[in-house]
């Protein structure tokens, strides 16, 4: 069944669109669309009714593109001086925009293509499959698409993540470690008898029974490495591939290195607050945080519905690697502006917890990204977070907020978003 976006004929192109429910069986169609969540479908009711029209969000009128400011990090590794300007200026852009750009921030370009190469990967599966609990060896949560709580078109987004807690990378790595164990097999069994034959000079005669054995070794290795990659893709529906696709470690060393990244960006702002040093340390650790892989699908109805409906982070802070499509628009002095993507640079927001910590002088500035017609884009996001029982407690007094713990903030979102939609966030702790 599928819904279609159909234009008018005399209409513009963006304002214009007229959902109809035109529900048919359309074989082609949903084998092209394999992939793709049944957006169409979950939002039917919503699209359907014409009295929502009036809800529609703007997200098409010419947004004005603003160069986020840039900070570069090399400076930290410059003289005093330079090093000091370029904190107070990574302090100043949080104050004023609550975010900011940064280059020679250390993350190897090779290492975000290769991070892009994996997404595509992920979310070129069928969706049947990336659905399915255990996906990836992952919790059923992991894997979301559209904004399952919209109630209008207002909050309808047209997305699809893959939300990794970082505890749970390894998890996805399993499959790496048991191949890992098949090429020490190989070393053990094949190359070490090799070369210790070669560098003792063994007596021709036990020649012919070493490579008895090492072809049978040789055999062994190969078809116990089959059967496993057999196993593993049956088990995720795949087809069988000799070389499989999907390569966890990627995801885990771009983890790390935005980890670190984060760490050192929360601590540089934090000097500029007096906080001490060791704050993020000791209230941090990977595990607490988590990578979101962004995939948003061309949308056949731009104007109306995001990629991602507006929001704050729920973190400390954000590393947000995108490509060059575009598409993040911050509000800005109480209008939407795009941010110009920049090749070279990662794009850090504050977050909720860095507003609360800093009294209120870091913002957490509301964002969201607009959905494209044409073109598909992919984004990274590396939420900072401390761990779960973390009390969040303004640096400064008076506070602007009662303190609170990461796990009270989570159930009071929680509540918040089952009641009314929406997130609600940091003004529920102003006393
Ligand atoms: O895709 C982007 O540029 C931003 C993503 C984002 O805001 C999110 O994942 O929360």
Redo the contacts with the bound molecule.
Sequence with gaps: MSLHCQKSAKGDKMNTHKFKADIHQDREDSEAMAIEPPFFEKYKAILQSSANEKEKPSTVEGFEELELPLIDLSHLNLGPLERQECIEKMGQAAIEWGFFQIVNHAVPDELLNRLKQEQIKVFQQPFDKKSENNFLNLSVQSYRWGNPLATSLRNLSW?E?LHISLKDISKMDEYNKLRYFFSLYYLYYIIFPTIVGLHYQMPSAMAPCCCLRHLISVTVACLTQCAFEFASDRQHGLNFNLIRQHDPSTIEEYAEKANFLAQRLAEYLAQNLGIKANYFQENCSPSSSSL?M?R?PPCPCPSMMF??IP?T?TDFL?I?S?DQVG??QLKRNGRWVS?KPNPKAL?VNIGDFYQALSNGVYKSIT???IANQETE?Y?A?Y?YCPTYETVIESCSKPSLYKKFSFKEYREQIQKDVKATGDKVGLSRFLL
Excluded: M
């Design positions: 997305s993540a979101r962004n948003y990629g991602i929001h982070d954000t947000v995108q598409g993040l941010v794009v964002h969201r990204v884009r984004s996001a939420f």
